[in-house]
């Protein structure tokens, strides 16, 4: 008996082992079989799985959302009142404590912003980016939040990363010039901080009006020698070797050193030697005509064979430590209550706006038929600007005004 009921166990086993071994899970019982025919249901009940699915649906939906906001005037607001303070590298004159108090109480004024602001001048904007740039590569708080650069170093700044490329055109205030905003590419998120001219300051008391310079050629007259000054700032000459041609402008400026040995220097310098009346002239910008008048110096300014314009522009930090109040005060001294400012607390004004002395030269200029040239305005010298031959002109203008 106990024999036949081992016999039959031991049948039944071999039997439940034929039939689950492919299911390699329900061994014990023959009567659990059956259970394969389930198994499909449960493996549908993942079903719930395709609802996951449209969960990358609503990702879109927000990013897009903030957009708006964050492109905003008022959305840079209030970054800026969470912020509280900025930290900004500006013009000498804007940098003093008077100047940075006047303008912490007009931004209060005009967007409700209470900032603390930290401003100091950099004499080297070159200095200013290469510890940008260094600081944005090893992750350290940059010394600025906004920056004070031409525009000649903003590709460089932007493909270095240590520029963001901000769209201003969402965010200036009302009344702005559009034209504050360059337009091409390689100087996106630059917005015009000031504006430059460079051509010819002289004193109206030893230059008559019959021997005033009309064409950069013409200060290669021997009359000039002892009277005349220039700046020594090759990268400030390629507007003038682009548009008379290099080779013409080379031999010009080869002359003009040749024959009068003029004071090299930058600008501070040779407008030093107008003020002691060492030089009647001086190739550079007009910047300091009116403190020169101020000062009891005749000074006037004429353009040459073009209006050469150029600005001084603004430029976020891509890792700002305060974003929004570095933004918030670009908007500001780019407004015209900002420009106003500019003028009134350091002659830095913008050719931009009406109704100062860059705007008036740069409109005589226009007026008398000549072309206007700029970096930020004449594409074809911003493009070539950006290419290696931009080097080896640089290389020779440097080397001429050695004297070679």
């Known amino acids: 008996m106990k024999k036949t009921r081992v016999t039959r166990v031991m049948a039944a086993t071999l039997l439940a082992l034929l039939l689950v071994l492919p299911l390699a899970g329900a061994c014990a019982r023959p009567a659990p079989a059956p259970a394969p025919a389930p198994k499909p249901t449960p493996t549908a009940a993942p079903a719930p799985a395709p609802k996951p699915a449209p969960a990358p649906a609503p990702k879109p939906t927000p990013a897009p959302a903030p957009a708006p906001k964050a492109n905003s005037l008022d959305e840079v607001i209030a970054g800026a009142k ?46 200013v980016l290469a510890e940008a740039t260094m600081q944005h590569k090893t992750g350290a708080v940059p010394t600025f939040d906004l920056m004070t650069l031409s525009p000649n170093y903003i590709p460089e700044a932007l493909k270095a990363g240590a520029v963001a490329p901000v769209d201003w055109r969402p ?61 020594n700032y090759p990268i400030y000459w ?30 501070a310098d040779v407008n030093n030697r107008y003020l002691l009346e060492e030089i009647d002239l001086g190739m550079m910008t007009p910047s300091y005509l009116i403190a020169n008048r101020e000062k009891g110096i005749p000074s006037e300014f004429v353009n040459l ?72 305005t004449t594409k074809e010298l911003l493009d070539f600007f950006l290419t290696p031959e931009l080097g080896k002109w640089l290389d020779s203008i440097n080397l001429i005004l050695k004297g070679g």
């Open 82 to 127: 969470r912020e509280g303070e900025v930290s900004v590298s500006l013009a000498s004159d804007h940098a003093k404590p008077a100047s940075v108090a006047q303008m912490r109480k007009e931004i209060k004024e005009m967007y409700g912003v209470d900032l603390k602001i930290t401003a100091m001048y950099s004499a080297s904007q070159g200095a």
């Open 171 to 231: 965010l200036v205030s009302a009344g702005t010039n559009p034209a504050v905003i360059p337009q091409h590419p390689a100087l996106r998120g630059a917005i015009s901080y000031y504006s430059m001219l460079y051509g010819v300051m002289y004193n109206p008391n030893k230059v008559s009006a019959a021997e005033l310079p009309k064409k950069f050629s013409d200060l290669a007259d021997p009359k000039w020698k002892g009277r005349l000054g220039l700046f």
């Open 238 to 267: 390629i507007p003038w070797a682009f548009v008379l041609g290099k080779d013409n402008f080379d031999s010009t400026l080869r002359s003009i050193i040749k024959n009068n040995k003029p004071v090299l220097g930058i600008y």
């Open 305 to 376: 064979d073009f209006v050469n314009t150029g600005e001084v522009t603004l430029a976020v930090h891509s890792d700002a430590a305060h974003p929004n109040a570095a933004r918030l005060v670009a908007i500001y001294l780019t407004s015209p209550a900002g420009v106003k400012f500019g003028t009134k607390y350091g002659m830095r004004d913008s050719a931009h706006y009406p109704g100062n002395y860059l705007s008036d030269i740069k409109q005589q200029g226009i007026k008398d038929g000549k072309k206007v040239v700029g970096f930020e």
